[in-house]
């Protein structure tokens, strides 16, 4: 578990265990959208320089908040000027994403058939495509959780992501030659 360092955070965090609460993942994700979007609009409260600092090489993923009971987690992700996620899936566990800096897109993809179950290679097709500014959110409740989450933008994007547990591993989709998409499992960890 972390502890958040300002009042905002803290209050966020109040916010999110009261949203946790819900019987139902779709009554759950629209409270911890809203919670989500309170934070939005304190966003420089929340946000510690060294939180929202950007990693050359690859997205960033820092954890802002893990409860202790383990039922959900919130980490906040830097977005440098085109880094993107591979498709990929939560791992079963509902998610909701908020953007707090700048803007992202979000590619939805629904997995279509499995071409051939001895090679697991996959086919999805392209659902929509989400531009997304400071405050916005948006939920995946699995089967619904295939996504690229991308920054087009030259300027840093950060979005705080709450996922149904502790997130620490996912599957991501790798183009395979002649078309689809091969399922290789992955393990999540944090930047420094």
Known sequence: MTTPSTAAASELVRRLDAAIDAQDDGTRCQQVRAALEWGAERADEILSEDLARPCDEHYARRLLHEDPDGRYCAVLMVWGAGQSTPLHDHGGS????????????????????????????????????????????????????????????????????????????????????GGGFRAVTCELGYTD
């Open 94 to 177: 509902w998610c909701v994403e908020c953007v707090y800096r700048g803007r992202i897109r979000v590619d939805s993809y629904d997995r279509t058939a499995n071409r051939c179950s001895s090679t697991g290679v996959w086919d999805f097709d392209k659902r929509e495509t989400i531009h997304a500014g400071i405050g916005e959110s948006g939920a995946l409740i699995p089967p619904f959780e295939y996504h690229v989450i991308a920054n087009d933008e030259a300027d840093t994007a950060v979005t705080l992501h709450v996922y149904g547990g502790t997130m620490s591993e996912c599957t991501k989709f790798e183009p395979v030659d």
